[in-house]
């Protein structure tokens, strides 16, 4: 009598924890899946699992538009970066992209084992190596301008290598270094008035070397745009009507190899082979860098490079749209002259953009997916644990062996067949 009470008091208590473990197959407690709510709505409500990015897809239409044909190469763009290696990530400063903000996130902003060691008053960092006294970082505020002020692919390309090589006390036919190349761009019109706005205030960036093919170019090659110290004080007019003026497809001019033109000769292709060849350029090292990001999509920006260097950073990135640019009013006239001036700019800027949302779609997509299977993978075990549990409590509660044979008509019960037993009830 005394055992067969146990045994229906063990029918409603295993009921119970099934019920309750059964809970956590659709709302596990690390998921946010669920959560409780008013008797007039239900017991409780799937919920999105949610992101780290706020921002989401809610700018980014289920469909791109498709104007450029991208292989399946260029969109996956996993690095394996070993900052503990002899790899070296370098980070190309296009002027008035973002680039002084970014490069600070790049030294203070990456969870790293070993921080940057950034002094307050000093303009650069120390970004070591773990345990080895050695730069794993190239930028502004690392290394400083060590290959010249804003230095561009072709000089980069050039004097890295040797610049590492002597901070190091390293040979360079013994040290074979992985360079990671990563830049920002900027809309072309935005970017270009930024530049206007930055030397009316008296900028230049005259110390630049422009260094290609083992020298600077001549006066000749690269006339002045302005006579004296700077150009402070420039109308939009005159700063666009400078022929030679760099702002004009900057960013072409700075991530392509200027080696297959001649460099800063102009003299050596007409104008359309000159600018096709350094469309095709920047566009083709654009696409095998690392990483690159753009100004107008920063919380994508941070994403992409998260998932490109399996690097994560503190403090998430802010879009700020009240920018100098922003606040400069143009008519339809003078934004159709900005374009024009800039048209490789606006071509190479078509490209990137689709390029990028295609890569921070595929990369969502793929994360969405490794989700799934970490979701998977955690029932089944939860699972089994559940399985080896009930089968467990059911031998402690006096199911199974010889004396269940015995008093039930020598049917013996399953673990499958009292789970369905217990739903049933």
């Known amino acids: 009598m005394e055992e067969k009470f146990k045994r229906l008091l063990f029918i409603p208590i295993a009921a119970v924890l099934f019920l309750m473990i059964g809970y956590q197959y659709v709302c596990p407690a690390d998921s946010n899946t669920c959560y409780f709510r008013g008797a007039d709505r239900g017991l409780f409500q799937r919920v ?51 680039g002084t903000t970014f490069g600070r996130h790049l030294v203070k902003n990456i969870q790293l084992e070993q921080p940057c060691d950034c002094t307050p008053g000093q303009r650069k960092c120390t970004c ?23 230095a561009d692919w072709t000089e980069l390309t050039s004097c890295v290598p040797v610049v590492m090589n002597k901070r190091d ?21 935005s970017r270009f008035l930024s530049e206007w706005k930055h030397v009316q ?19 000749d090659e690269l006339p002045a745009c302005y006579s004296g110290e700077d150009w402070t004080g420039v109308p939009l007019a005159d700063f666009m009507g400078c022929p030679s003026n760099l702002a004009n497809n900057r960013q072409v001019r700075m991530l392509a190899d200027l080696s297959l033109v001649g460099c800063y000769n102009a003299s050596a292709a007409g104008e359309p082979e000159r600018g096709g060849a350094l469309l095709a350029s920047a566009k083709a090292n654009l696409r095998n860098m ?3 990001g753009l100004t107008e999509f920063q919380r994508k920006t941070q994403y ?90 059911w031998r402690l509660g006096g199911g199974g062996g010889e004396e269940e044979e015995e008093q039930g008509g020598g049917e013996v019960v399953t673990t499958e067949d009292y789970s369905s037993q217990v739903v049933r009830w």
């Open 169 to 189: 006390k390293k040979s360079a036919q013994k040290n074979r270094r992985s360079f990671y190349y990563i830049t920002m761009l900027r809309d072309p019109v």
């Open 290 to 292: 690392a990483f690159y």
């Open 304 to 393: 992409l490079f998260e998932r490109t260097f399996g690097l994560r950073f503190i403090r998430a990135f802010t879009q700020i749209s009240s920018t100098r640019a922003a606040s400069v009013g143009i008519s339809g006239a003078v934004r159709g002259r900005i374009e024009g001036l800039n048209a490789l700019d606006v071509e190479l800027y078509e490209y990137a953009k689709e390029l990028f949302l295609r890569r921070y779609q595929r990369n969502r997509q793929r994360q969405r997916q490794e989700e799934r299977e970490r979701r998977w993978q955690e029932r089944q075990h939860r699972q089994r644990l559940h399985r080896n549990y009930l089968s467990e409590l």
């Open 48 to 98: 999105s699992s949610g992101s780290a990015y706020p921002e989401a897809d809610e700018d980014l239409p289920s469909k791109i538009t498709s104007r450029f044909n991208f292989t399946e190469r260029d969109l996956d763009r996993h690095v394996d970066f070993n900052i503990r290696g002899d790899d070296v990530m370098v980070f190309l400063h296009i002027q008035k992209t973002g």
């Open 128 to 150: 070591h190596r773990p345990g080895r006294a050695e730069s794993w970082l190239f930028s502004r505020f690392s290394t400083g301008w060590s290959c010249g002020l804003h």
């Open 201 to 219: 205030r008296g900028a230049t960036w005259k110390t630049a070397l422009h260094m290609c093919d083992g020298r600077p170019p001549t006066q």
